[in-house]
C-alpha cells in the first residue's frame, strides 16, 4: 500500500512565523503536490514537483514556497504565515502523470495561524 | 477558464440509490478520476474514466460523456458509512507534466436512515 505521511496532524502558529509542512512518501513516486482545502472552495493546487528539484507552480502559490531536494520529500514552507493561511494543508504524490495513475494523499495538516 | 461544477451538498435514504453529477469545462482532458473524503480524513480514489461509458466497482459506478464534458457517480445500496464528501476531478492534458489535477469543490452526501 502507498502511505503519504504528513510531518503534524496539526499546528497552531503566530502571524509572522516561518513554517514548515512534511510531506514523505514510500512508493518511489515521480510527482508530489501540496493542496490547501477551505470549505467552499474545495481542494486548490498550491504547487507540485515532478522531478527531484523540480517545482511548478500551482494556482494559489502566492505566500508559499517549496522544496524537493530527494525523491520521497516534499517540503512546503510559509516563509511569513498569516491569518489567511489558516487551511487544512493535503500532501499527495503520484507515480506518473498518465493513464490510471491517481493521487495517494496524506492525512492533512490542520494550521491555524494566530 | 478551467471550471469543475457539481452539486454541493445532496441527502439519500439508507439503501437506495443516488446520482452525483459533474459537468467541466478544461482546455484539454486526459482523464476524470472521483475521490471519496470522510470528514477529517484525506480524499482515497474511487474511479477513473477517460474513455466514453460506464465503469463498474462494486457498489459504485461511474459514468463519462467527453462530447458533453459530463460525468457522475452512482451509489447503489446507500449505507450509512456513504456519508461522506465526493470529489470529481479531471486531468487538464494541457499541464501533462506531473499529472496536474482540476478539483470541483466537492459534494457531501448525507445518508439517512
Known amino acids: 500500500d502507498v502511505k503519504v505521511t504528513q510531518s503534524s496532524r496539526y499546528l497552531v502558529k503566530r502571524t509572522g512565523e516561518k513554517v514548515f509542512l512534511e510531506c514523505v512518501q514510500d512508493?518511489?513516486?515521480?510527482?508530489m503536490f501540496w493542496y490547501r482545502q477551505d470549505p467552499g472552495l474545495g481542494l486548490r493546487l498550491i504547487y507540485f514537483s515532478y522531478d527531484v528539484k523540480m517545482k511548478e507552480k500551482g494556482d494559489i502559490p502566492e505566500g508559499y514556497s517549496v522544496s524537493r531536494e530527494k525523491k520521497e520529500r516534499f517540503s512546503l514552507i510559509l516563509e511569513s504565515a498569516s491569518t489567511n493561511q489558516t487551511s487544512m494543508y493535503l500532501c499527495?504524490?503520484?507515480?506518473?502523470?498518465?493513464?490510471?495513475?491517481?493521487?495517494?494523499f496524506g492525512p492533512g495538516t490542520r494550521l491555524t495561524v494566530l | 477558464g478551467q471550471n469543475i461544477d457539481q452539486p454541493t451538498e445532496m441527502t439519500a435514504t439508507e439503501g437506495a440509490i443516488v446520482q452525483i453529477n459533474c459537468t467541466y469545462q478544461?482546455?484539454?482532458?486526459?482523464?476524470l478520476f472521483w475521490y471519496q473524503q470522510h470528514a477529517g480524513e484525506a480524499p482515497t480514489f474511487l474511479s477513473y474514466n477517460v474513455l466514453d461509458g460506464l465503469e463498474e466497482k462494486g457498489r459504485f459506478s461511474s459514468f463519462l460523456s467527453r462530447s458533453k464534458g459530463y460525468s457522475y457517480l452512482l451509489l447503489k445500496e446507500l449505507q450509512m458509512k456513504d456519508s461522506a464528501s465526493y470529489l470529481c476531478a479531471v486531468r487538464d492534458s494541457y499541464y501533462n507534466q506531473g499529472g496536474k489535477l482540476i478539483f470541483g469543490q466537492g459534494t457531501e452526501l448525507s445518508v439517512k436512515p
Open positions: 512508493m518511489d513516486h515521480e510527482n
Open positions: 478544461t482546455s484539454g482532458f486526459n482523464g
Open positions: 499527495a504524490s503520484s507515480l506518473s502523470s498518465g493513464g490510471t495513475d491517481t493521487q495517494y
